[in-house]
């Protein structure tokens, strides 16, 4: 089933005022993805984020020098993007679907970034989005995607006490990472609202898109499990403490490259990471 990006769109542009209120384990999960970009500039002039939202990476990064180039699909969000981007000459707003960046030439930018929305919301073009991503990418690209270990036992607690049984959705998650709001008769019971589609992967399936399209991937494992395993009160704690979490981060990578590299990533925002070069 196809993505409606028109309804997308308009879903998307009702969420660009809460873009930025981070809650629960978000915190980290952004600040375990600046580690992941600062790691990735040297040698880096021009930078494009996919899916740049209201500008919380495109704008810091502006800041700091570099050409940057901010794609997102939503107007409202790119109108509060230039608001706070006011006075910076070198940053470039383009609205555009992150499964079509034909208005770009191959090897565009130095550094592309595509994450969290602009791939796992794409649902079944989602694979269009690693693909154009890759595409415009000239020395390195830095992916986050929804991780298919932890929204399997998301979409069994969510369904299992209130049906009484395992819903198709459940089965289409463990078999494909696939989501779609018309798919099966209780996904519109599942979540209140609208939420369209949906994918989610495994780290050797986000690996396998990413070589499949020219690049070498350095790192592909989750982002954050420790965060979620470790429960409310300690993300609480951390986030309230800096000593407390630029060490809770130093864990969080040690636990997601050498304890469980497929472990079920942060419960918020996306909880799988994948860095690749050029060939």
């Not at 930078?47 to 740049?52: K, L, S, Y």
């Not at 555009?96 to 595509?114: C, E, G, I, S, T």
């Not at 709001?181 to 589609?197: R, S």
Request: aromatic content about 8%.
């Amino acid at each position: 089933m196809k993505p409606d990006f028109k309804r997308e769109q308009i879903w998307w542009e009702g969420k660009a005022d809460g873009e930025e209120r981070d809650i629960a384990d978000e915190p980290i999960n952004r600040a375990l993805r600046w580690r992941a970009i600062d790691r990735s500039l040297q040698g880096i002039k021009t930078i494009a984020e996919v899916g740049a939202a209201t500008g919380t990476f495109t704008i810091p990064l502006a800041k700091r020098g570099y050409k940057v180039t901010h794609i997102d699909f939503s107007a409202p969000a790119i109108a509060l993007a230039k608001k706070k981007a006011k006075g910076l000459k070198n940053i470039e707003f383009v609205l555009a679907n992150a499964a079509d960046l034909h208005m770009f030439p191959n090897k565009a930018f130095d550094l592309v970034l595509n994450m969290d929305g602009a791939v796992s919301f794409c649902g079944k073009d989602a694979t269009k989005s690693i693909k154009e991503s890759c595409r415009i990418c000239r020395k390195r690209l830095l992916i986050t995607a929804s991780n298919k270990a932890w929204l399997i036992p998301v979409w069994v607690a969510t369904t299992f006490p209130k049906f009484k049984k395992i819903v198709p959705a459940v089965k289409s998650m463990i078999k494909d990472g696939f989501w779609h709001y018309d798919q099966h008769p209780h996904n519109k019971k599942i979540i209140p609202g609208y939420f369209g589609t949906l994918k989610a992967f495994l780290p050797s399936e986000l690996a396998a898109l990413i070589k499949a399209n020219g690049l070498n991937v350095k790192r592909c494992q989750a982002l954050g499990s420790l965060a979620n395993l470790a429960g409310k009160d300690t993300v609480d704690f951390v986030k309230q403490n800096h000593r407390a979490m630029e060490t809770f981060l130093d864990l969080c990578e040690d636990f997601d490259q050498n304890i469980m590299p497929c472990g079920p990533g942060t419960k918020q925002r996306a909880g799988l990471i994948a860095i690749a070069e050029r060939r």
